[in-house]
């Protein structure tokens, strides 16, 4: 049965209110509401976010190596957001005129748009033509000069999502038009969720924007593939079945190294070396039938002997150098 108070403790109890005592002692929720819209279902789930994040930072860090031998500068790119939401409020996001590429991934119904803020555009084009990036243009409007010379960051852009997304399958990532007006670039109906990954490019001191925006309408056939697998234990398609030592003793093993033959030495003054002219002969310390000296980079490894294989100048390896005491073996 509730306790019920006396006329003295209503009156205490009033008091407080009129006072502002009594919001002290109010209490606060132990918990936070999350706003939740029943119409933009999450196709895809947090998990899978975070393997897309991964994704997409490892192309950021590939595409920033471009960049920085390409323009000749500092860059970093960053992955700011990755995030689900109305293919409505991305066109509201987008400036007109733009810088849009329209893209898909062959063999699926699968398309999105790579969208460069017209600042970046129009900074890449004034580096790939010679200028320090600072040029000023009056109008945003991206020509089709200008969409020539910025085509080939974005067939670079392709090659770099292909070997991002290659922990999940081997996709093809093709460019089919540029536009510069959003709403000619319809990738899917405006009720639809998309998926939007933004990027912070810094060149210098200069930051500008760039998007990836995917439509998640037909995105479920990959989705199915980032559910059955952790990122961690994903590895690009073309290495299933082998280990990472496996892979490490193949990418050793395929490593060009320099390969020296000496065949001989000589010590001249400087004031010979002076008077040198063509025609001259410098007379070798060793003799035509000695063995010669094969080195691996800069240190000796090997004795060869000189010959030729199929009209071909060879060397014969006939001795293994001591690393210890630079004896024949």
């Known amino acids: 049965m509730a306790e019920l108070l006396n006329q003295q403790e209503i009156d205490q109890l009033l008091n407080k209110v009129s006072t502002g005592e009594a919001e002290e002692n109010v209490s606060t929720p132990e918990y936070e509401v999350t706003p939740f819209d029943f119409r933009l279902p999450n196709r895809i789930s947090k998990i899978q976010l975070r393997t897309l994040r991964n994704l997409h930072e490892s192309f950021a ?49 699968v398309k999105g748009i790579l969208e460069f803020s017209n600042d970046f555009a129009l900074t890449l084009v004034d580096r790939l033509l010679g200028g320090n990036g600072t040029g000023t243009k009056q109008t945003k409007v991206i020509t089709p000069i200008e969409q020539k010379v910025l085509s080939s960051i974005v067939e670079r852009v392709m090659i770099d999502l292909k070997k991002g997304w290659q922990i999940i399958s081997n996709f093809d990532f093709q460019v089919e038009r540029f536009e510069s007006d959003i709403d000619f670039a319809q990738i899917t109906s405006q009720s639809e969720s998309v998926l ?21 309408y037909a995105f479920d056939s990959i989705i199915s593939k980032l559910s059955s697998q952790s990122f961690s234990s994903i590895r690009p398609v073309k290495y299933n079945g082998t280990t990472a030592e496996e892979i490490l003793k193949n990418q050793l093993y395929n490593t060009l190294v320099p390969v020296i033959v000496e065949f001989g030495r000589t010590k001249i003054s400087v004031n010979e070396m002076i008077e040198l002219e063509i025609g001259d002969i410098l007379k070798l310390e060793n003799k035509v039938n000695d063995p010669q000296i094969i080195k691996v980079g800069s240190k000796p490894m090997f004795m060869g002997k000189v010959g030729k294989v199929n009209k071909n100048k060879a060397v014969k390896i006939i001795n293994e150098i001591n690393s210890e005491d630079n004896l024949i073996r």
Do not use: H, R, W
């Open 61 to 109: 860090e590939s595409f920033a190596s471009f960049l920085v031998s390409k323009l000749q500068s500092i860059v970093s790119i960053n992955v700011t957001s990755i995030d689900q939401i109305y293919y409505s409020e991305y066109l509201l996001s987008v400036s007109n005129p733009a810088c849009l590429f329209i893209f898909g991934i062959e063999n699926y119904d």
């Open 196 to 216: 939007l990954i933004s990027f912070e490019i810094i060149i210098g001191e200069n930051t500008y924007l760039m998007n990836l925006c995917f439509s998640t």
